[in-house]
């Protein structure tokens, strides 16, 4: 530029191509996303978890806590003679419960073991009813049972197992309430003859159980029943 020139200088712009491609977003990890997704689902899922176990631990509670025993008015019966104080049993009977058996006589036993009882005066029955092979209970309650048999065997030693079982609609299969196991063997004197007549034996078993209507309280024995007039009877008293 010449001396004295106010002109102002020309400037040349060389122009770039612009380049309109958006740049992409960085995502988040996968896990990231699936955590922040799961979070609430997955707390949900620890609370229900939570109020469950509470549940269950309050049940177990339940079922496990002691609760106060009943007390039950001591009452008398004499079970240990019966053969000779049969009226008096009943009578005792009669009295004091509002439910109550007596079964007297039994003289043998099906294939399975199951005591079979006779129909005779000498039982005594209220509110609660029978057959040839037990109790039937008629209304829910607790109940005193008790059982005796004599049996006798010919064998030198025997074990021997006097039961009584229950049969109820909640569960397919008997339920074992008392058992009595015992071991005998014959007794002979030094210098005695040997003989083929059975020795004979005896078991009593008695307890207080919670039985419910429809129940079916039977009597079992492994071995020869001993066929006395009154030596083996079963029965129940319902105590509340």
């Not at 104080?85 to 058996?101: D, P, R, T």
């Not at 309650?141 to 079982?165: I, P, R, T, W």
């Not at 397919?172 to 058992?179: H, N, S, T, V």
Request: hydrophobic share 40%.
């Amino acid at each position: 530029a010449k001396k004295g020139d106010d002109s102002c200088p020309q400037i040349f712009v060389v122009d770039q191509p612009t380049n309109n491609t958006q740049q992409p977003v960085r995502q988040k990890p996968l896990w990231k996303r699936a955590r922040k997704n799961l979070l609430l689902p997955l707390f949900g899922l620890v609370m229900f978890g939570l109020a469950l176990e509470g549940v269950f631990i309050y049940r177990l509670h339940k079922r496990t806590e002691v609760r106060p025993v009943p007390v039950f008015k001591t009452v008398r019966c004499n079970l240990a003679n019966v053969p000779t104080s049969l009226k008096s049993l009943s009578a005792c009977g009669q009295k004091h419960f509002n439910a109550f058996i007596l079964i007297v006589g039994s003289n043998s036993s099906d294939k399975d073991g199951v005591v079979q009882w006779l129909k005779n005066s000498d039982s005594f029955t209220s509110n609660i009813e029978y057959n040839s092979s037990g109790l039937l209970i008629k209304t829910d309650g607790f109940y005193y049972l008790y059982s005796k048999v004599h049996f006798s065997q010919a064998e030198d030693c025997v074990m021997v197992n006097h039961m009584v079982m229950r049969n109820t609609t909640a569960y397919g299969l008997p339920i074992e309430l008392m058992k009595s196991k015992s071991f005998h063997c014959r007794n002979e004197r030094p210098n005695q003859k040997r003989t083929m007549e059975p020795d004979l034996w005896n078991s009593f078993l008695a307890g207080i159980f919670k039985l419910e209507t429809g129940d079916h309280i039977f009597v079992m024995l492994d071995r020869g029943l001993h066929a006395g007039p009154a030596d083996n009877f079963f029965g129940a008293f319902k105590i509340i």
